[in-house]
């Protein structure tokens, strides 16, 4: 299995420790990644002011993954959401793609649209598969208790990803499952976390996440599993704001599904960047 | 404050301020736009937005039917088409088949064009004109990734991405001064 791998921005900038233990985890299934050199935001963030600049940044990224003859990997769900959604876009609107392909014509580029967008979520699920992951399992972690927070972009629009069931997702549950924790269901799995908003208005984002972690108190979980790199650095950070501001207690320490995955794999809280997290992790191990 | 959309607002405007019969198609011509000509006016999307939920000032449906009554500056003006937090759980839930989220980033699209826009839009926009990426690349970065034994990140290749987007109207957008709030 070989992928090229496309950083994105909140990654390499805040949560290098997804992408440590992203790489750890990779090692075991054997998967190869390539670099992606000089790529640029993958477009998400450029939406909102015009969708042509935004659809042209995903372009030039997919033009240069191209290059590399394989598809490409991601561990953010905006990004994968995004550059997918350009993808069919540019696969269905020839005018677009016209429009698109003279501009990176200019930079001698191209794009083919020949390669398939994943994220690591479906790369595991899809192409290693859960039996594969099972068996790599050396340390079932049994007595930990967690949730999943899925996020948005992960499987919303459903009818563009065709990941999961948005109304009732499963994929995460089954990765999650699959390490040995004891999984807990919580009333409100579905929620968005707020971090899209925290720039726009910062108190209805904390608001929004404070719903989140009452609910994950409520059935004690031990943990907050996420996928995405900008939840997880919402909760991760901004927890200790929700904790002032409402002058309540939560400490609830939020792993990337990489970390959990890990641990269960044998693999040293160091080498997966445990320490890295913002809330502390020591309960955790503690717990195993 | 640019006057917000709320029901009772909405009402007013309907005798006051010109309303523009082209908003709507407009808005159906942008890219994404096309579904809004759908909506019926259900309000499933209100029932499910987790804004909503947090902030009844915010109502997803009553964007939409502003829209479809042509109540363009209101609409454009307003602070509340940037609180979406674009969650897709309104295009998910429509029974028509409307999508929302798509709806409201041609909205915010037209919004600029008419020089509104918010600022943390703006700061993250000229980012990325800028320097191709929402974060600068930085050295620390790179030291911090080698710490961890991670490979460096490879620089954006700045000039490309800035002859890419010559060929769209974001420069010009971001100069557009945001219009004063009165």
């Keep these: ?288 | 404050m640019p006057e917000n959309l709320k029901t009772i607002q909405v009402l007013k405007s309907l005798k006051t301020t010109k309303i523009d019969p082209n908003f709507k198609f407009e808005v159906a011509k942008m890219p994404g736009g096309e579904s809004i000509k759908y909506c019926f006016q259900c309000g499933k999307c209100t029932a499910t937005c987790p804004i909503r939920r947090f902030d009844k000032e915010y109502t997803p449906r009553l964007i939409i039917r502003a829209t479809l009554l042509g109540l363009k500056d209101i609409v454009l003006s307003s602070d509340v088409i940037w609180l979406c937090a674009t969650c897709y759980s309104c295009t998910e839930r429509c029974p028509q088949g409307v999508k929302l989220t798509n709806i409201i980033r041609a909205i915010r699209n037209l919004a600029i064009e008419k020089g509104y826009i918010h600022p943390f839009f703006k700061l993250q926009a000229n980012a990325i004109a800028s320097y191709g990426k929402i974060y600068e690349d930085e050295e620390f970065i790179n030291e911090l990734r080698n710490d961890l034994g991670l490979p460096p990140v490879t620089p954006v290749k700045r000039d490309e991405v800035h002859t890419i987007l010559q060929h769209t109207k974001v420069k010009k957008l971001l100069l557009t001064k945001e219009k004063e709030e009165n």
Excluded: W
């Design chain 1, 1 to 288: 299995m070989k992928y090229v791998y496309f950083p994105g921005c909140v990654t390499p900038q805040k949560e290098n420790a997804y992408e440590l233990s992203m790489r750890k985890v990779a090692e075991k299934f054997g998967i190869q990644l390539l670099d992606l050199e000089g790529a640029n935001c993958c477009g998400f963030f450029m939406e909102p002011i015009d969708h042509l600049s935004a659809t042209l940044l995903a372009a030039r990224n997919l033009s240069l993954a191209e290059e590399k003859k394989c598809d490409l990997l991601t561990l953010c769900p905006a990004c994968f959401g995004h550059l997918t959604k350009v993808k069919k876009e540019l696969t269905e609107d020839q005018e677009l793609r016209k429009t698109v392909n003279e501009a990176l014509a200019e930079i001698n580029k191209k794009f083919e649209g020949f390669l398939e967008v994943k994220h690591f979520i479906k790369v595991l699920l899809v192409d290693v598969g859960i039996t594969k992951i099972k068996r790599t399992i050396t340390k079932p972690l049994t007595r930990l208790k967690v949730v999943p927070h899925y996020g948005c972009h992960i499987l919303k629009p459903s009818d563009e990803l065709k990941l999961d069931n948005p109304e009732n997702p499963t994929l995460l549950d089954s990765l999650i499952k699959a390490t040995g924790v004891t999984f807990l269901d919580y009333m409100e799995k579905r929620l968005c976390c707020g971090a899209p908003i925290i720039g726009v208005n910062e108190k209805l984002s904390l608001r929004i996440m404070r719903e989140k972690l009452r609910s994950v108190q409520k059935v004690k979980a031990d943990a907050i599993i996420t996928v995405c790199p900008f939840c997880h650095l919402h909760f991760d950070l901004n927890q200790f704001t929700v904790q002032e501001e409402y002058s309540e207690e939560y400490n609830i320490p939020i792993l990337h599904y990489t970390q959990l995955l890990g641990l269960a794999q044998g693999l040293s809280p160091e080498e997966l960047g445990l320490y890295e997290n913002r809330v502390p992790t020591d309960v955790i191990l503690e717990i195993l």
